[in-house]
């Protein structure tokens, strides 16, 4: 191999290796999620309530979440790690699937 080929194919592999690394990056999260202490009442749903509200199941749910795709809120000290500690205002999911 002469020297112009391996400098092409060092820059080939470069690109490769960029190109990888950028579409395996995760996707940026939200530098504030908004926490709920206590969600009482007919105002808010738990993640098993919107599924079933929404008729799919509760993983559906996770992963609109996930991808910041659905209004959402967390108790605090659980963050997105956390599904069971996931709420939603129903008046926000009403706007959500409305419009």
């Known amino acids: 191999m002469d020297v112009r080929t391996l400098i092409l194919l060092a820059i080939s ?3 490769l290796i960029l190109l990888v690394r950028t579409l395996v990056r ?3 999260r939200p530098a504030q999620v908004r926490t709920v ?3 009482e009442g007919e105002g808010w749903l738990s ?3 919107l599924a079933e ?3 799919t199941r509760p993983g559906e749910i996770v992963a609109l979440v996930e991808r910041d795709a659905i209004p959402f809120w ?3 000290g659980s963050g997105r790690d956390h599904p069971r500690t996931f709420w939603f205002r129903r008046d926000e ?3 959500w699937t409305i419009g």
């Open 74 to 76: 967390v108790q605090p």
């Open 26 to 28: 995760p996707a940026s």
């Open 93 to 95: 999911i009403d706007a």
């Open 47 to 49: 993640l098993e309530e």
């Open 13 to 15: 592999c470069l690109m």
């Open 37 to 39: 202490v206590e969600p």
């Open 53 to 55: 509200r929404l008729d």
